[in-house]
């Protein structure tokens, strides 16, 4: 489960180093590809015959009278429809909004489904006998399980409301775009996100593609919807639509596969809202510079875990090292890990489930345990002089810190008990425990600090992975402080306490490095001298 304590020889390690490079080269690889991609995606290119066999022209060039019509049903090509909207005539490249009150059948009120099919036909006939319609079918009902009020601390009330099925909700908006820009298609490239949703009429040897139709499911957020009951008859519904361009029809279509996506990895409605406000709400390229910036970060954070995991494999004396830095660091994580086991997906569970397996493995090495498994014992090595040093400087400065920490993580979760709400007394512990770690976890390193003061050397860090974590975090945090000025508080409030705060004390481990380095270069110098004299 935890890497191996044991040293390996060169070849092992030469092995590792070979895996590791091999890793990223493949994480660079496919970066690239994904920067390929959104280039390809960005610009499409067109037809270059204009008119040939080999190219699909749009059928709206030719300006048809088109009807748009709404329609409801149980079943999409299976049951009754019935008219909400009528749009005649109807301009491609108009924007309209239209609000409507919809009539629930039976079905739909006894806990049921409703669909809405979106066709786009030729005027003044009807739908299902034109044979160059388009039509979309959406859900305009969504299974959730209804929203209860905040601060219900009862036990039996909360696990009663774990315990309910999913009910009917109503979504009252619908959003309607269809590509009104006049592209001709290459047949031979024709991307795949539009072929999905294209159908090809033929007149002679010229082809020619049918309106490109989308319901946009990122308009909606779930604070919105509206449950259905049994005395609903009918509810509101607002129709809109715009006519947009290839490149933003295209946007839309890979945006909707992100979120199937994400429900697929099991994220949350409400983790869902958070990435669509994100992703409708943002302009494009900042979409692809925050992407850029993941990326930045995801490299950072390999080369950090990799450099610490090998570091630590080779470390075979603890001199310097804080044990209180490591135990907080890895409590800190477990935390967090706690935290967000009851509110995020696997996806974001796994890599800080890494992180703290890592940590875990980190005490066991710091405070020289061993877990003999053929006796089931475990052994603890014994410290020789300077390790005892190095732990009655970590006391001492845990003990100093206690003095301000403690009072300050006890009065904050008697403040949010008393004046916050909170879902049970579990969730007000994590919770507490949590803010605690994101507002004085920067103090974690002050043990560490107050060593390197006494021994006057930072040697025994290991500096690659200090810089990588550093830059990754001075990233988080200019993001986060962007975003927050940007969305005028969308954080918490224990997240903006957190900025800056892993920088201030890297910037005091680089003024360290500057004053102890030298001396230890003179120590190591002056040691050395004294052996070849010796000799």
């Known amino acids: 489960m935890f890497p191996s304590c044991c040293s390996k020889p060169e070849d092992g390690s030469a092995k590792r180093s070979y895996i590791s490079k091999l890793l990223l080269g493949v994480f660079v690889v496919y970066m690239l590809h994904t920067a390929w991609l959104l280039y390809g995606f960005l610009n499409t290119k067109p037809c270059d015959g204009g008119g040939g066999e080999h190219c699909i022209s749009s059928y709206l060039t030719a300006r048809p009278r088109l009807q748009l019509s709404v329609f409801t049903c149980l079943v999409p090509d299976k049951s009754q429809l019935n008219l909400a909207v009528k749009i005649d005539p109807f301009d491609p490249h108009s924007t309209f909004e239209r609000q409507v009150n919809v009539s629930l059948p039976e079905e739909t009120r ?9 066709y786009v036909h030729k005027a003044s006939v009807s739908p299902l006998e034109d044979s160059r319609e388009v039509h979309y079918a ?56 539009v072929r999905r949703y294209m159908r090809v009429s033929q007149e002679g040897r010229q082809m020619m593609y049918l309106p490109l139709l989308l319901v946009n499911e990122l308009s909606f957020r779930v604070r919105d919807l509206m449950e259905i009951s049994s005395s609903t008859v009918q509810l509101p519904l607002t129709v809109s639509y715009e006519g947009i361009s290839l490149r933003r029809f295209r946007f839309w279509v890979h945006l909707q596969d992100v979120v199937y996506s994400l429900r697929q990895f099991g994220f949350t409605e409400e983790n869902i809202d958070e990435i669509k406000e994100t992703l409708v709400g943002s302009n494009l390229y900042l979409l692809v510079l925050t992407a850029l910036i993941t990326a930045l970060q995801l490299i950072c954070e390999f080369l950090a875990l990799k450099n610490d995991i090998s570091s630590w494999r080779k470390k075979k004396s603890m001199v310097g090292m804080s044990r209180k830095s490591v135990l907080w660091r890895s409590l800190s994580t477990l935390l967090i890990f706690l935290h967000l086991l009851e509110e995020t997906s696997l ?18 090495k710091v405070f020289q345990i061993h877990v003999q498994w053929k006796s089931s014992k475990l052994h603890v090595n014994k410290l020789d002089e300077e390790e005892r040093k190095t732990v009655e400087y970590d006391t001492q400065a845990s003990t100093y810190l206690s003095y301000l920490v403690y009072p300050l993580c006890i009065s904050g979760a008697i403040f949010s008990l008393a004046y916050l709400r909170q879902k049970s007394y579990y969730s007000w512990m994590i919770n507490s425990l949590v803010t605690g770690v994101y507002a004085f976890g920067f103090l974690s390193m002050a043990p560490q600090l107050f060593i390197n003061h006494k021994l006057k050397s930072v040697s025994h860090l290991q500096g690659s992975v200090l810089m990588y974590r550093g830059v990754n975090t001075l990233i988080s945090d200019l993001c986060s402080c962007a975003s927050f000025f940007y969305s005028s508080g969308s954080f918490s409030s224990s997240h903006q306490l957190s900025c800056f705060r892993d920088e201030l004390l890297f910037l005091l481990y680089l003024y360290q490095r500057r004053c102890y380095a030298p001396k230890a270069r003179r120590r190591e110098s002056w040691t050395h001298s004294k052996k070849v004299k010796t000799q």
């Open 110 to 118: 006894a806990n049921g489904t409703l669909y809405v099919v979106v």
């Open 138 to 193: 959406a859900q305009l009902t969504i299974y959730i399980t209804p929203a209860h009020r905040e601060g219900q601390r009862d036990t039996q009330k909360r696990l009663s409301i774990q315990s309910e099925d999913p009910v009917s909700h109503w979504r009252p908006h619908l959003s309607i775009n269809m590509m009104s820009e006049d592209f001709t298609f290459n047949k031979a490239g024709l991307p795949s996100d």
């Open 347 to 364: 996806l974001v569970l796994l890599p800080v489930g890494l992180g703290a397996c890592v940590e875990v493995w980190k005490v066991f």
